[in-house]
């Protein structure tokens, strides 16, 4: 009957308790419990704990998001031994200088060009080891694909061909958490003095910004291979053009084109999950259970994966003795054992969204909760996402009632900031090792 264990605790009740159907106890006699009209009335009634509904684990394959105007530039790659090769890129415009000097004074000297980006002081991956961040020109003025109103992560714009880049720079120790700014020189060809010639000559490409992103058509910032780590950025990427003024002085000063357009600023994210648990999830293979995949379920919304947490057998409890109603159901989602690290993180918060067989993100469970993350540092066995979820299998029960098919009804395990978020959990199914099972706890009541 998948109801493996169930334990009854014969008690009396002498108050109301505010959480379970408003029951004050007290241990070693059988209770007595008013538990509304809707039943038998002075009919004895039983409190009975279940812990072990089996919960049916699988990871649902994502398709594709709008990235569009992100909260953060992504910049990176990173191999993760669970879930794959991930690379992370970001597409932006600059447009013409609007604060500062706008123009350069006859007599100016060309210096130098570079990229600046500010951290957003988030990051994913080792930051002991080098992080490569490399800047190229876009080939072609920026365009969203056909039928589209915004960027996706699958999108990807051609970078010129020469040069194959413009300036790149390596960090041998990143501190990602505290440092403040990266200015990239633009040196690989010169891109730079030809855009300062452009102002020399009051060139037509610099008169109109529509004129100047057909000339400067855009840039792509990207990591390198070797990388261990996935950076977050600002979105307010500029280009300074430096220059100096020969004078007793010698002022040095620069023009700042600053990121235009926002909706043309995307992220584009892949993933390669060859060697992998979960290399069969793709777009033919959307959904897969989780004991075809090492008895856990996938969860990294980013990269393309969600767990689905169901329960098959919920009408079973309609089949218990004296069965009457779901009083309490605690959910605690628990993380595999050693599938996470100070390298790669557990989300801080998950929420709840419910489902159904076509396996779409519907509401948020009652309540928005996050799951109250708690990492046991001692024994790591109550490491958990803790969730109420009374309400809601109420409601499926109600909905199921004997019927053995649940219509793929199911909770999907998301982020609240699953667009910008890399940290990832792999929850463990029934087959788990003990103590890192996903578990249902039910208290019920049962009219004696």
């Known amino acids: 009957m998948r109801l493996m264990r169930k334990r009854y605790l014969y008690l009396t009740l002498t108050i109301i308790l505010s959480y379970l159907l408003s029951i004050s106890v007290t241990s070693c006699e059988k209770a007595t419990i008013n ?47 669970l879930f794959g090769a991930i ?89 990602p958490a505290i440092l403040d700014t990266i200015a990239i020189t633009l040196n690989g060809d010169s891109t730079g003095e030809n855009l300062y010639n452009k102002y020399v000559t009051g060139a037509i490409e610099i008169q109109n910004n529509p004129q100047f992103l057909n000339y400067f058509k855009g840039l792509a910032i990207s990591g390198n291979s070797s990388n261990s780590l996935v950076v977050g950025f600002n979105d307010t990427v500029e280009i300074r053009l430096h220059y100096h003024t020969p ?49 856990a379920g996938y969860d990294q919304y980013i990269t393309g994966s969600m767990v689905k947490i169901s329960f098959p057998y919920l009408h079973n409890l309609l089949q218990l003795p004296n069965f009457v109603k779901i009083v309490k159901v605690i959910l605690l989602v628990k993380p595999v054992k050693n599938s996470f690290s100070n390298i790669y993180q557990l989300p801080p918060q998950l929420t709840l969204f419910q489902t159904d067989v076509n396996n779409g993100i519907g509401s948020p469970i009652s309540g928005g909760q996050t799951g109250d993350l708690f990492i046991d540092g001692l024994s790591g066995f109550g490491t958990a996402y803790t969730y109420d979820l009374t309400s809601y ?49 039910i208290y019920y009541a049962a009219v004696q």
């Not at 995307?266 to 897969?288: K, V």
């Open 35 to 81: 538990i509304g009209s809707d039943f038998v009335t002075n009919s004895p009634t039983t409190l009975v704990y279940v812990d072990s509904l089996t919960t049916h684990i699988s990871t649902v394959y994502v398709d594709s998001f709008v990235t569009s105007a992100p909260a953060a530039l992504l910049i990176g790659n990173y191999v993760d031994p």
């Open 393 to 441: 299998l109420q409601y499926l029960i109600q909905i199921q009632g004997n019927n053995n098919n649940n219509n793929g009804y199911g909770l999907l395990l998301l982020p609240p900031n699953q667009t910008d978020i890399l940290n990832r959990v792999v929850v463990g199914d029934i087959m788990q090792t003990k103590n890192y099972t996903t578990q249902v706890q």
């Open 247 to 295: 004078s007793v002085a010698n002022t040095s000063t620069y023009l700042s084109f600053k990121m235009v357009n926002p909706l043309n600023e995307f992220n584009n994210i892949t993933i390669n999950r060859a060697g992998t648990a979960i290399a069969g999830l793709n777009i033919t293979s959307r959904e897969l259970p989780s004991s075809a995949t090492g008895n």
């Open 87 to 175: 690379s992370c890129r970001s597409f932006m415009q600059v447009g013409l200088p609007v604060t500062g000097p706008t123009s350069i004074p006859p007599g100016s000297v060309y210096d130098s060009t570079e990229v600046v980006l500010k951290f957003k002081k988030t990051y994913y991956g080792d930051t002991t080891k080098p992080y490569t961040i490399t800047v190229n020109q876009l080939a072609s003025p920026v365009t969203l694909p056909p039928n589209q109103t915004f960027f996706f992560n699958k999108d990807s714009l051609n970078y010129n061909s020469t040069p194959a880049v413009l300036g790149s720079t390596v960090l041998p120790n990143i501190r």
